[in-house]
C-alpha cells in the first residue's frame, strides 16, 4: 500500500511554506505512488488567530523589528519556561481544532514539519499517545530555536552543526539530529546553462549582474537600496524582486535609471533559481530560504536590513563563512557593493565560500527519510487515532 504522507507548515513568513513546498516535491519524485499532503496550518484556523500568527509577524518586521528580536532571543532557553509553553500550546490548542481533525483524520505513515507550531501541536498528540506515526521536524534557519524541539520527534533536520549542537544540548539524543542544510526547491539541484537562463530572463550578462531580492512578501527598504545601487558608479545590470508588493513594484518602475545600467523589475517570479544561477551578487535580507537557494547556487550575498532574532543568527552564520559581507546602514551599500564589485579576487573567494556551503539535495535527505520511516514504522496503518484532547 502507497505511504501516506502528511506535510504541514505555517505562512508566518514566506520561508516555512517553500521549505514545505521543497519536501513534498521531493517526496513526489522519489515515490510517485506516495499519497502526499501538503497544508499551511494558518489556513486551518480561524481569521484572529491568523492575524496573529501571519499578520503580526510582518507588521513587527515592518514596525518593531527589535521587539521581535527580543523575544526570539527571551524564547530561546536551554530549558525554556514550563508554564509559557503550556499556556502557549492551550491557545494554539483551542483556535486548531481544523488541525486536529485533520491529523485524526489519517491514517498517516508520517508527518514532516516546517514550523514548529504543527511540530509541537503532533507532539502533544503523540505525548497522548493519540498519534503513533513518526514526525520528522525540519528546522528553517541556520541557527536551531528552542521552539523547534518538541517530544517526542522521531527525526530532527537541522541547518548546521551548530544548530544540531543547541538540539542536543536542550535534549534530542544526537542519533536523531541530521544536518541536512535547509530544503529548497529541487531546480537548485539542476545545472543550468548561462546563455539558457540569460535569454529566458531576458538579460544581456555582458556586465556583472546584481540582484536585490526583499522575500516573498516585499517588505524591507525596497526603494532606499534600489536607489543606491543606481548610484554606482560602474555599469551593473540590475534586477529587483519585489515579490508580492505590488505597491512597491510601481514605486520602484518610477524611478529613472541612469544610463550606464541596465535594470529589470519584477514581481513574484518563480524564476529565482534561474536568477541566481546567473548573478554576480545578491543584495537581501538574509533569510533561511532566500539564503540556502543562493548558497546552492554560490552566490555570495550582500546582507541588508536582517530581522533581529532568527536573521542575524543567519547573517553571522554567512559572515563566519566568508560567503558575505553586510552593510550597516543603506546609505552605505553603494560604497561596500562598489568596492567588492571592483575586486573580482575576493568576489571570487566569497563566491567559493558559498559554494561550499550549499547544500542543494537538503529536500531530498528529508523526503529519504520520511519514506524510509513511513516504511519501517507501519504505525499510521495500524495504530488508532483517538479523540485529540
Known sequence: MAPRLLVLSASAGAGHLRAAQAVELALRELAPDAQVENHDVLQLTNAAFRR???KAYLELVDHAPHALGWMYDHLDRQHGAPHADRLRYLVQKLNLAPLLALLKRGPWDAFVSTHFLPAEMIAAAKKRRRLAAPQLTVTTDFDTHRLWVNEPCERYFTATADGAAWLAACGVARERITVSGIPI??????????????????????????????????????EEIWRELLALPMGLELVVVAGRNEAAKKKLERIAVPARHRAHVLGFTDQIDELF??????VSKPGGLTTSEALARGVPMAIVNPIPGQESRNSDFLLENGAAIKVHHVATLAGKVGALLADPARLKRLRANAKALGRPQAAYDVARA?????????????A????TR
Do not use: M, N, W
Not at 548561462?194 to 535569454?199: M, P, T
Not at 488508532?384 to 479523540?387: H, K, L, M, Y
Open 370 to 382: 520520511a519514506l524510509e520511516l513511513a516504511g519501517a514504522s507501519g504505525t499510521g496503518r495500524t
Open 277 to 282: 544561477a546567473v548573478a554576480d551578487l545578491l
Open 52 to 54: 496573529l500568527y501571519g
Open 185 to 222: 526547491h529541487p531546480l537548485f539541484a539542476q545545472k543550468k546553462g548561462r546563455a539558457g537562463c540569460l535569454e529566458r530572463l531576458g538579460l544581456a550578462g555582458d556586465r556583472p549582474i546584481v540582484v536585490q531580492l526583499a522575500g516573498g512578501f516585499g517588505v524591507g527598504p525596497l
Open 384 to 387: 488508532a487515532i483517538g479523540a
